[in-house]
Protein backbone atom coordinates (compact mmCIF):
# COMPACT_ATOMS: atom_id res chain seq x y z
CA UNK A 1 0.00 0.00 0.00
CA UNK A 2 1.25 3.58 -0.79
CA UNK A 3 2.61 5.41 2.41
CA UNK A 4 2.22 8.62 0.79
CA UNK A 5 -0.81 11.09 2.77
CA UNK A 6 -3.34 12.03 -0.08
CA UNK A 7 -1.92 15.80 -0.15
CA UNK A 8 1.14 14.26 -1.54
CA UNK A 9 -0.35 12.51 -4.56
CA UNK A 10 -0.98 14.92 -7.95
CA UNK A 11 -4.36 13.45 -9.28
CA UNK A 12 -3.69 15.38 -12.82
CA UNK A 13 -0.25 13.00 -13.00
CA UNK A 14 -2.15 10.16 -13.53
CA UNK A 15 -2.73 8.26 -16.94
CA UNK A 16 -6.71 7.66 -17.03
CA UNK A 17 -6.17 6.21 -20.60
CA UNK A 18 -4.27 3.15 -18.70
CA UNK A 19 -6.14 0.47 -17.14
CA UNK A 20 -6.88 1.14 -13.66
CA UNK A 21 -5.24 -0.11 -11.02
CA UNK A 22 -6.39 -3.39 -8.66
CA UNK A 23 -4.73 -1.59 -5.53
CA UNK A 24 -6.17 0.78 -3.12
CA UNK A 25 -5.93 3.32 -2.65
CA UNK A 26 -4.75 3.49 -5.77
CA UNK A 27 -7.56 2.58 -8.03
CA UNK A 28 -10.21 5.28 -6.20
CA UNK A 29 -7.27 7.71 -6.94
CA UNK A 30 -7.70 6.70 -10.44
CA UNK A 31 -11.36 7.06 -10.63
CA UNK A 32 -10.58 10.56 -9.05
CA UNK A 33 -8.76 11.65 -11.37
CA UNK A 34 -11.05 10.28 -14.65
CA UNK A 35 -13.88 11.95 -12.78
CA UNK A 36 -12.15 15.31 -13.02
CA UNK A 37 -12.14 14.89 -16.87
CA UNK A 38 -15.76 14.33 -17.35
CA UNK A 39 -16.13 17.40 -14.94
CA UNK A 40 -14.31 19.39 -16.96
CA UNK A 41 -16.01 18.84 -19.76
CA UNK A 42 -18.89 19.50 -17.63
CA UNK A 43 -17.80 22.83 -16.85
CA UNK A 44 -16.61 23.21 -20.84
CA UNK A 45 -20.53 22.46 -21.98
CA UNK A 46 -22.11 24.71 -18.92
CA UNK A 47 -19.81 27.41 -18.14
CA UNK A 48 -19.84 26.05 -14.65
CA UNK A 49 -18.69 23.72 -12.34
CA UNK A 50 -21.45 21.23 -11.75
CA UNK A 51 -22.62 21.44 -7.76
CA UNK A 52 -22.61 19.23 -4.99
CA UNK A 53 -24.26 18.41 -2.16
CA UNK A 54 -23.79 15.79 0.06
CA UNK A 55 -27.31 15.46 3.25
CA UNK A 56 -26.13 13.51 6.36
CA UNK A 57 -28.88 11.40 8.50
CA UNK A 58 -27.73 9.83 11.64
CA UNK A 59 -24.78 9.83 14.10
CA UNK A 60 -21.43 10.93 13.99
CA UNK A 61 -20.20 8.39 12.01
CA UNK A 62 -22.28 8.92 9.16
CA UNK A 63 -20.90 12.80 9.62
CA UNK A 64 -17.54 11.22 9.23
CA UNK A 65 -18.38 9.25 6.32
CA UNK A 66 -20.06 12.14 4.73
CA UNK A 67 -16.49 14.05 5.03
CA UNK A 68 -15.25 11.54 2.85
CA UNK A 69 -17.85 11.55 0.54
CA UNK A 70 -17.39 15.47 0.34
CA UNK A 71 -13.52 14.83 0.37
CA UNK A 72 -14.09 13.07 -2.99
CA UNK A 73 -16.14 15.18 -5.09
CA UNK A 74 -13.87 18.16 -4.09
CA UNK A 75 -11.23 16.24 -5.36
CA UNK A 76 -12.61 15.05 -8.41
CA UNK A 77 -13.93 19.01 -9.19
CA UNK A 78 -16.81 19.26 -7.77
CA UNK A 79 -18.17 22.74 -5.98
CA UNK A 80 -19.90 22.14 -2.90
CA UNK A 81 -23.30 23.38 -1.83
CA UNK A 82 -25.58 22.94 1.15
CA UNK A 83 -28.52 23.80 -1.75
CA UNK A 84 -29.74 20.12 -2.72
CA UNK A 85 -31.30 21.89 -6.32
CA UNK A 86 -27.58 20.71 -7.46
CA UNK A 87 -26.04 18.73 -10.10
CA UNK A 88 -25.16 15.79 -7.59
CA UNK A 89 -26.88 15.14 -4.51
CA UNK A 90 -26.05 12.47 -2.51
CA UNK A 91 -27.95 11.61 0.97
CA UNK A 92 -26.33 9.11 3.62
CA UNK A 93 -29.05 7.80 5.01
CA UNK A 94 -29.25 6.37 8.86
CA UNK A 95 -31.89 3.46 9.80
CA UNK A 96 -31.39 3.35 13.03
CA UNK A 97 -35.07 4.10 14.10
CA UNK A 98 -37.67 3.63 10.88
CA UNK A 99 -38.63 8.00 11.36
CA UNK A 100 -35.22 8.38 10.01
CA UNK A 101 -36.27 6.32 6.88
CA UNK A 102 -39.59 8.28 6.26
CA UNK A 103 -37.42 11.30 5.92
CA UNK A 104 -35.84 10.07 3.42
CA UNK A 105 -38.50 8.96 1.55
CA UNK A 106 -40.25 12.50 2.48
CA UNK A 107 -37.25 14.36 1.10
CA UNK A 108 -36.81 11.99 -2.33
CA UNK A 109 -39.88 13.39 -3.57
CA UNK A 110 -38.45 16.88 -3.43
CA UNK A 111 -35.35 15.76 -5.31
CA UNK A 112 -37.59 14.13 -7.91
CA UNK A 113 -39.34 18.03 -8.44
CA UNK A 114 -35.34 19.54 -8.66
CA UNK A 115 -34.46 16.71 -11.36
CA UNK A 116 -37.71 17.45 -13.43
CA UNK A 117 -36.04 21.21 -13.72
CA UNK A 118 -32.85 19.64 -14.23
CA UNK A 119 -32.37 16.96 -16.08
CA UNK A 120 -28.76 16.29 -15.86
CA UNK A 121 -28.88 16.33 -12.31
CA UNK A 122 -27.76 13.14 -10.38
CA UNK A 123 -28.95 11.16 -7.15
CA UNK A 124 -27.04 9.07 -5.06
CA UNK A 125 -28.53 7.30 -1.82
CA UNK A 126 -25.74 5.72 0.48
CA UNK A 127 -25.47 4.40 4.05
CA UNK A 128 -26.91 2.20 6.55
CA UNK A 129 -30.33 1.98 5.70
CA UNK A 130 -29.52 0.93 1.90
CA UNK A 131 -28.13 -2.08 3.73
CA UNK A 132 -31.53 -3.18 4.27
CA UNK A 133 -33.12 -5.70 1.48
CA UNK A 134 -36.60 -4.21 1.81
CA UNK A 135 -35.49 -0.87 1.00
CA UNK A 136 -33.55 -1.48 -1.91
CA UNK A 137 -36.69 -3.18 -3.49
CA UNK A 138 -39.26 -0.02 -2.34
CA UNK A 139 -36.47 2.48 -4.34
CA UNK A 140 -36.00 0.10 -7.26
CA UNK A 141 -40.32 0.03 -7.75
CA UNK A 142 -41.15 3.63 -6.70
CA UNK A 143 -38.03 5.76 -6.96
CA UNK A 144 -36.40 4.86 -10.33
CA UNK A 145 -35.11 8.40 -10.75
CA UNK A 146 -32.79 7.49 -8.32
CA UNK A 147 -29.20 7.16 -10.44
CA UNK A 148 -26.96 5.67 -7.76
CA UNK A 149 -27.39 3.19 -4.44
CA UNK A 150 -24.10 1.77 -2.54
CA UNK A 151 -24.22 0.47 1.16
CA UNK A 152 -21.45 1.26 4.25
CA UNK A 153 -19.03 -1.10 2.95
CA UNK A 154 -17.92 0.15 0.09
CA UNK A 155 -17.75 3.60 0.67
CA UNK A 156 -14.53 3.57 -0.24
CA UNK A 157 -15.13 2.89 -3.71
CA UNK A 158 -17.32 5.98 -4.05
CA UNK A 159 -15.00 7.68 -6.29
CA UNK A 160 -15.44 4.77 -8.76
CA UNK A 161 -19.26 4.54 -8.33
CA UNK A 162 -19.18 8.40 -9.15
CA UNK A 163 -17.08 7.71 -12.25
CA UNK A 164 -19.78 4.92 -13.55
CA UNK A 165 -22.77 7.14 -12.39
CA UNK A 166 -21.28 10.07 -14.82
CA UNK A 167 -21.40 8.40 -17.71
CA UNK A 168 -24.59 5.88 -17.03
CA UNK A 169 -28.17 5.98 -17.72
CA UNK A 170 -30.33 3.99 -14.95
CA UNK A 171 -29.94 3.40 -11.92
CA UNK A 172 -26.44 1.49 -10.35
CA UNK A 173 -26.98 -0.47 -7.12
CA UNK A 174 -23.75 -1.80 -5.58
CA UNK A 175 -24.13 -3.39 -1.75
CA UNK A 176 -22.05 -5.59 0.10
CA UNK A 177 -23.21 -7.66 2.84
CA UNK A 178 -20.07 -7.46 5.10
CA UNK A 179 -16.08 -6.88 4.42
CA UNK A 180 -12.77 -7.10 6.26
CA UNK A 181 -11.27 -4.42 4.49
CA UNK A 182 -10.66 -1.08 5.44
CA UNK A 183 -9.31 1.20 3.24
CA UNK A 184 -6.70 4.43 4.13
CA UNK A 185 -5.84 7.88 2.80
CA UNK A 186 -8.62 8.75 1.03
CA UNK A 187 -9.51 12.91 1.06
CA UNK A 188 -11.21 14.44 3.84
CA UNK A 189 -13.12 17.61 3.63
CA UNK A 190 -13.70 18.69 7.39
CA UNK A 191 -17.08 20.55 8.19
CA UNK A 192 -14.48 22.17 10.98
CA UNK A 193 -11.13 23.20 10.62
CA UNK A 194 -10.32 22.70 14.33
CA UNK A 195 -12.22 19.83 14.93
CA UNK A 196 -12.34 16.46 13.39
CA UNK A 197 -14.22 12.62 13.90
CA UNK A 198 -11.77 9.94 13.84
CA UNK A 199 -12.95 6.41 13.26
CA UNK A 200 -11.09 3.97 15.28
CA UNK A 201 -12.93 0.94 14.72
CA UNK A 202 -15.75 0.10 12.24
CA UNK A 203 -19.21 -2.12 12.46
CA UNK A 204 -20.17 -3.81 16.01
CA UNK A 205 -20.70 -7.61 17.18
CA UNK A 206 -23.00 -6.46 20.00
CA UNK A 207 -26.63 -7.70 18.52
CA UNK A 208 -28.81 -5.72 21.39
CA UNK A 209 -31.43 -7.34 20.54
CA UNK A 210 -33.38 -4.01 18.89
CA UNK A 211 -30.47 -2.72 17.23
CA UNK A 212 -29.99 -2.90 13.44
CA UNK A 213 -26.62 -1.33 12.90
CA UNK A 214 -24.98 -5.10 13.67
CA UNK A 215 -27.01 -5.78 10.24
CA UNK A 216 -25.89 -3.17 8.27
CA UNK A 217 -22.50 -1.78 9.39
CA UNK A 218 -21.14 -5.64 10.00
CA UNK A 219 -18.67 -7.29 12.19
CA UNK A 220 -16.41 -5.09 14.64
CA UNK A 221 -12.86 -4.52 13.17
CA UNK A 222 -10.59 -2.06 14.40
CA UNK A 223 -8.39 0.37 12.47
CA UNK A 224 -4.16 -0.35 13.26
CA UNK A 225 -3.33 2.02 16.10
CA UNK A 226 -0.20 3.47 13.93
CA UNK A 227 -3.08 4.68 11.21
CA UNK A 228 -5.67 6.47 13.17
CA UNK A 229 -2.04 8.14 15.04
CA UNK A 230 -0.94 8.91 11.87
CA UNK A 231 -4.24 10.69 10.86
CA UNK A 232 -4.36 12.53 14.20
CA UNK A 233 -0.75 13.83 13.53
CA UNK A 234 -1.36 14.98 9.60
CA UNK A 235 -5.21 16.40 11.15
CA UNK A 236 -3.21 18.24 13.93
CA UNK A 237 -0.59 19.43 11.63
CA UNK A 238 -3.40 20.93 9.70
CA UNK A 239 -5.26 22.78 12.89
CA UNK A 240 -6.77 20.37 14.69
CA UNK A 241 -7.14 20.80 18.33
CA UNK A 242 -9.80 18.46 18.99
CA UNK A 243 -10.63 14.90 18.19
CA UNK A 244 -13.42 12.68 18.94
CA UNK A 245 -12.64 9.41 18.65
CA UNK A 246 -15.52 7.02 16.45
CA UNK A 247 -16.77 3.90 16.92
CA UNK A 248 -19.79 1.94 18.05
CA UNK A 249 -18.45 0.62 20.94
CA UNK A 250 -14.92 1.98 21.29
CA UNK A 251 -14.06 0.21 24.73
CA UNK A 252 -13.55 -3.16 22.26
CA UNK A 253 -11.41 -1.40 20.29
CA UNK A 254 -8.30 -3.72 19.60
CA UNK A 255 -9.99 -6.94 19.94
CA UNK A 256 -9.81 -7.60 16.31
CA UNK A 257 -5.80 -6.62 15.86
CA UNK A 258 -3.06 -9.27 16.37
CA UNK A 259 -1.01 -6.64 18.43
CA UNK A 260 -2.39 -5.93 22.25
CA UNK A 261 -3.48 -2.50 21.85
CA UNK A 262 -6.95 -1.75 23.82
CA UNK A 263 -8.61 1.34 24.03
CA UNK A 264 -7.20 2.83 27.00
CA UNK A 265 -3.50 1.69 25.68
CA UNK A 266 -4.50 3.88 22.40
CA UNK A 267 -5.73 7.01 24.07
CA UNK A 268 -2.49 6.96 25.99
CA UNK A 269 -0.97 7.15 22.98
CA UNK A 270 -3.31 9.66 21.56
CA UNK A 271 -2.93 11.90 24.66
CA UNK A 272 1.30 12.26 23.74
CA UNK A 273 0.64 13.99 20.03
CA UNK A 274 2.02 17.30 20.71
CA UNK A 275 -0.63 20.16 19.85
CA UNK A 276 -3.68 18.13 19.96
CA UNK A 277 -5.71 19.91 22.94
CA UNK A 278 -8.57 17.76 23.33
CA UNK A 279 -9.66 14.19 22.77
CA UNK A 280 -13.66 12.64 23.04
CA UNK A 281 -14.62 9.54 22.57
CA UNK A 282 -18.37 7.81 21.53
CA UNK A 283 -19.62 5.30 22.29
CA UNK A 284 -18.85 3.54 25.09
CA UNK A 285 -20.93 0.13 26.26
CA UNK A 286 -21.03 -0.35 29.53
CA UNK A 287 -20.26 -3.72 29.64
CA UNK A 288 -16.88 -2.90 28.50
CA UNK A 289 -15.72 -0.18 30.08
CA UNK A 290 -12.39 -1.24 31.79
CA UNK A 291 -10.73 -0.05 35.10
CA UNK A 292 -7.72 0.76 33.07
CA UNK A 293 -10.06 3.13 30.64
CA UNK A 294 -10.85 4.93 33.90
CA UNK A 295 -7.74 5.59 35.30
CA UNK A 296 -6.52 7.00 32.00
CA UNK A 297 -9.05 9.51 31.40
CA UNK A 298 -8.43 10.55 35.31
CA UNK A 299 -4.69 11.38 34.79
CA UNK A 300 -5.52 12.35 31.31
CA UNK A 301 -5.24 16.53 30.69
CA UNK A 302 -6.58 15.98 27.32
CA UNK A 303 -9.72 13.52 27.83
CA UNK A 304 -12.52 16.11 27.83
CA UNK A 305 -14.84 15.27 30.88
CA UNK A 306 -17.55 13.95 29.64
CA UNK A 307 -18.66 10.09 29.03
CA UNK A 308 -21.32 9.16 26.75
CA UNK A 309 -22.68 5.49 28.49
CA UNK A 310 -26.30 4.73 26.93
CA UNK A 311 -28.07 2.80 29.83
CA UNK A 312 -31.20 2.46 27.44
CA UNK A 313 -33.12 1.02 30.29
CA UNK A 314 -32.68 0.82 33.99
CA UNK A 315 -34.88 -2.38 34.38
CA UNK A 316 -32.71 -5.56 34.75
CA UNK A 317 -35.15 -7.67 33.33
CA UNK A 318 -35.70 -5.56 30.14
CA UNK A 319 -31.94 -4.92 29.96
CA UNK A 320 -31.93 -8.76 29.99
CA UNK A 321 -34.42 -8.98 26.59
CA UNK A 322 -32.14 -6.11 24.92
CA UNK A 323 -28.79 -8.34 25.46
CA UNK A 324 -27.07 -5.21 27.11
CA UNK A 325 -25.07 -8.10 29.13
CA UNK A 326 -25.09 -5.84 32.47
CA UNK A 327 -27.84 -5.77 35.29
CA UNK A 328 -29.46 -1.72 36.65
CA UNK A 329 -26.79 -2.68 39.43
CA UNK A 330 -23.46 -3.11 37.67
CA UNK A 331 -24.41 0.34 35.83
CA UNK A 332 -24.65 2.17 39.14
CA UNK A 333 -21.34 0.36 40.52
CA UNK A 334 -19.75 1.55 37.28
CA UNK A 335 -21.11 4.73 37.13
CA UNK A 336 -20.09 5.34 41.11
CA UNK A 337 -16.75 4.23 40.42
CA UNK A 338 -16.30 7.04 37.69
CA UNK A 339 -17.27 9.59 39.61
CA UNK A 340 -15.52 8.72 42.37
CA UNK A 341 -12.43 9.03 40.43
CA UNK A 342 -13.50 11.31 38.24
CA UNK A 343 -15.59 14.29 40.00
CA UNK A 344 -16.34 16.83 37.52
CA UNK A 345 -17.19 14.59 34.72
CA UNK A 346 -20.71 14.85 33.07
CA UNK A 347 -22.21 11.67 32.10
CA UNK A 348 -24.59 11.44 29.67
CA UNK A 349 -27.15 8.74 28.34
CA UNK A 350 -29.30 7.24 25.73
CA UNK A 351 -32.83 5.10 26.86
CA UNK A 352 -35.25 3.54 24.63
CA UNK A 353 -39.33 3.64 25.89
CA UNK A 354 -41.61 1.20 24.92
CA UNK A 355 -39.32 -1.77 24.50
CA UNK A 356 -41.33 -4.92 23.87
CA UNK A 357 -42.73 -6.25 27.34
CA UNK A 358 -41.87 -2.95 28.78
CA UNK A 359 -44.31 -2.40 32.21
CA UNK A 360 -44.83 0.96 33.76
CA UNK A 361 -42.56 -0.81 36.59
CA UNK A 362 -40.04 -0.96 34.26
CA UNK A 363 -40.46 2.22 33.38
CA UNK A 364 -40.44 3.71 36.52
CA UNK A 365 -36.95 2.03 36.93
CA UNK A 366 -35.77 3.95 34.42
CA UNK A 367 -37.22 7.32 35.72
CA UNK A 368 -35.62 6.19 39.09
CA UNK A 369 -31.98 5.62 37.08
CA UNK A 370 -32.02 8.75 35.88
CA UNK A 371 -32.54 10.51 39.25
CA UNK A 372 -29.94 8.54 40.76
CA UNK A 373 -27.09 8.83 38.19
CA UNK A 374 -28.00 12.53 37.78
CA UNK A 375 -27.39 12.59 33.98
CA UNK A 376 -26.37 15.98 32.27
CA UNK A 377 -28.07 14.63 29.42
CA UNK A 378 -30.02 12.19 28.24
CA UNK A 379 -31.50 11.29 24.73
CA UNK A 380 -34.52 9.36 24.85
CA UNK A 381 -36.16 7.57 22.17
CA UNK A 382 -39.48 5.28 21.29
CA UNK A 383 -38.19 2.15 20.86
CA UNK A 384 -38.46 1.63 16.94
CA UNK A 385 -39.51 -1.98 15.22
CA UNK A 386 -36.28 -3.06 13.00
CA UNK A 387 -37.38 -5.88 10.65
CA UNK A 388 -34.61 -8.63 11.01
CA UNK A 389 -33.99 -7.58 14.44
CA UNK A 390 -34.65 -10.40 17.70
CA UNK A 391 -36.98 -7.71 19.44
CA UNK A 392 -38.96 -7.17 15.97
CA UNK A 393 -40.20 -10.95 17.24
CA UNK A 394 -41.04 -10.24 20.80
CA UNK A 395 -45.17 -11.20 20.91
CA UNK A 396 -45.49 -8.74 23.77
CA UNK A 397 -45.03 -4.84 21.67
CA UNK A 398 -46.31 -1.67 24.07
CA UNK A 399 -49.60 -0.49 22.85
CA UNK A 400 -48.35 3.39 21.12
CA UNK A 401 -49.90 5.74 23.40
CA UNK A 402 -48.69 3.93 26.63
CA UNK A 403 -45.53 4.57 24.86
CA UNK A 404 -46.10 8.40 24.25
CA UNK A 405 -47.39 8.69 27.90
CA UNK A 406 -44.61 6.88 29.53
CA UNK A 407 -42.15 8.81 26.87
CA UNK A 408 -43.16 12.77 27.65
CA UNK A 409 -43.19 11.48 31.63
CA UNK A 410 -39.16 10.05 31.57
CA UNK A 411 -38.55 13.26 29.03
CA UNK A 412 -39.98 15.70 31.74
CA UNK A 413 -37.68 13.92 34.65
CA UNK A 414 -34.65 13.99 32.25
CA UNK A 415 -35.15 17.41 31.68
CA UNK A 416 -35.22 18.77 35.07
CA UNK A 417 -32.12 16.57 35.90
CA UNK A 418 -30.30 17.83 33.22
CA UNK A 419 -31.47 21.78 33.98
CA UNK A 420 -30.02 21.31 37.67
CA UNK A 421 -26.73 19.80 36.23
CA UNK A 422 -25.78 22.01 33.89
CA UNK A 423 -26.64 24.95 36.76
CA UNK A 424 -23.95 24.03 38.86
CA UNK A 425 -21.61 25.51 36.81
CA UNK A 426 -23.46 29.01 37.33
CA UNK A 427 -20.09 31.66 38.15
CA UNK A 428 -17.46 29.39 37.33
CA UNK A 429 -14.29 30.23 34.89
CA UNK A 430 -13.63 27.53 32.60
CA UNK A 431 -11.71 26.79 29.28
CA UNK A 432 -13.93 26.40 26.08
CA UNK A 433 -12.98 25.57 22.61
CA UNK A 434 -14.53 28.36 20.59
CA UNK A 435 -16.73 26.82 17.35
CA UNK A 436 -18.49 28.85 15.45
CA UNK A 437 -20.67 32.37 15.55
CA UNK A 438 -23.89 32.29 17.34
CA UNK A 439 -26.40 31.82 15.11
CA UNK A 440 -29.18 34.10 16.49
CA UNK A 441 -26.77 37.24 17.30
CA UNK A 442 -23.60 37.56 15.53
CA UNK A 443 -22.01 39.47 18.12
CA UNK A 444 -21.35 36.70 20.22
CA UNK A 445 -19.65 33.28 19.23
CA UNK A 446 -20.22 29.88 21.07
CA UNK A 447 -18.11 27.67 22.68
CA UNK A 448 -18.15 24.41 24.39
CA UNK A 449 -16.70 22.94 27.42
CA UNK A 450 -14.75 19.79 28.51
CA UNK A 451 -17.86 18.41 29.87
CA UNK A 452 -20.09 19.70 26.42
CA UNK A 453 -21.78 22.11 27.94
CA UNK A 454 -22.65 25.42 25.55
CA UNK A 455 -21.52 28.97 26.07
CA UNK A 456 -22.12 32.09 24.73
CA UNK A 457 -19.93 35.18 24.98
CA UNK A 458 -19.50 38.01 22.95
CA UNK A 459 -16.79 37.89 20.04
CA UNK A 460 -15.87 37.74 16.77
CA UNK A 461 -14.73 35.28 13.88
CA UNK A 462 -11.05 35.34 14.98
CA UNK A 463 -11.48 33.38 18.19
CA UNK A 464 -13.18 30.27 15.94
CA UNK A 465 -11.15 26.97 16.75
CA UNK A 466 -9.46 28.84 20.05
CA UNK A 467 -9.28 27.54 23.61
CA UNK A 468 -10.37 30.42 25.74
CA UNK A 469 -11.21 31.05 29.55
CA UNK A 470 -14.89 32.15 30.13
CA UNK A 471 -16.66 33.09 32.91
CA UNK A 472 -20.50 31.17 33.00
CA UNK A 473 -22.77 34.04 34.15
CA UNK A 474 -26.23 33.31 33.46
CA UNK A 475 -27.65 29.54 32.97
CA UNK A 476 -30.49 29.35 30.65
CA UNK A 477 -31.38 25.44 30.79
CA UNK A 478 -29.28 24.00 28.76
CA UNK A 479 -26.42 26.69 27.91
CA UNK A 480 -24.68 29.66 29.51
CA UNK A 481 -24.33 33.05 28.76
CA UNK A 482 -20.99 33.98 29.76
CA UNK A 483 -17.84 36.36 28.59
CA UNK A 484 -14.21 36.28 28.42
CA UNK A 485 -11.69 36.07 30.93
CA UNK A 486 -8.23 37.15 30.64
CA UNK A 487 -5.88 34.65 32.32
N1 LIG B 1 -35.53 1.91 18.58
C1 LIG B 1 -35.30 3.02 19.31
N2 LIG B 1 -34.07 3.48 19.61
C2 LIG B 1 -33.02 2.77 19.16
N3 LIG B 1 -31.71 2.97 19.31
C3 LIG B 1 -31.06 1.99 18.66
N4 LIG B 1 -31.94 1.15 18.09
C4 LIG B 1 -33.17 1.60 18.40
C5 LIG B 1 -34.49 1.17 18.12
N5 LIG B 1 -34.73 0.06 17.41
C6 LIG B 1 -31.13 4.06 20.09
C7 LIG B 1 -30.28 3.53 21.23
C8 LIG B 1 -28.89 3.86 20.77
C9 LIG B 1 -29.11 5.10 19.97
C10 LIG B 1 -28.02 5.46 19.03
O1 LIG B 1 -30.29 4.85 19.27
O2 LIG B 1 -30.62 4.25 22.39
O3 LIG B 1 -28.00 4.05 21.85
FE1 LIG C 1 -27.81 5.40 12.02
FE2 LIG C 1 -26.59 3.48 13.34
FE3 LIG C 1 -25.97 3.89 10.86
FE4 LIG C 1 -25.25 5.66 12.69
S1 LIG C 1 -24.53 3.53 12.50
S2 LIG C 1 -26.15 6.12 10.74
S3 LIG C 1 -27.04 5.55 14.08
S4 LIG C 1 -27.95 3.19 11.66
Redo the contacts with the bound molecule.
Sequence with gaps: MSRKMYNEIDLNKIDVSAEPPTGEPARQYYFMAKCRQWVRAFEQKNGRRPTACVTTFG?QMNARDSEKLAGILESAGYESTDNENADFVIYNTCT??DNANQRVYGRLGELKRYKKQNPQMKIALCGCMMQEPSVIEKLKKSYSFVDLIFGTHNIYKFAELLCASQEAKGMIIDIWQDTDKIVENLPVERKYPFKSGINIMFGCNNF?S????PYVRGRERSREPEEILREIESLVADGVVEVMLLGQNVNSYGKTLDKSVNFAELLRRVEKIEGLKRIRFM?SHPKDLSEELIQVMKESSKICRHLHL?L?SGSTRILERMNRRYTREQYLDLVRRIRKEIPDIAITT???V??PGETPEDLEETIDMVRTVEYDNA?T??????TG?P?AAMEDQVPAEEVRRGFDKLLKVVQDTARSQVAKYQGKVMEALIEEINENDTSMVTGRLSNNVIVHIPGDASMIGKMVFVSLDECHGFYYIGHLVDF
Design positions: CVRCYCIVTPQDIIGFFFIYSKRTA
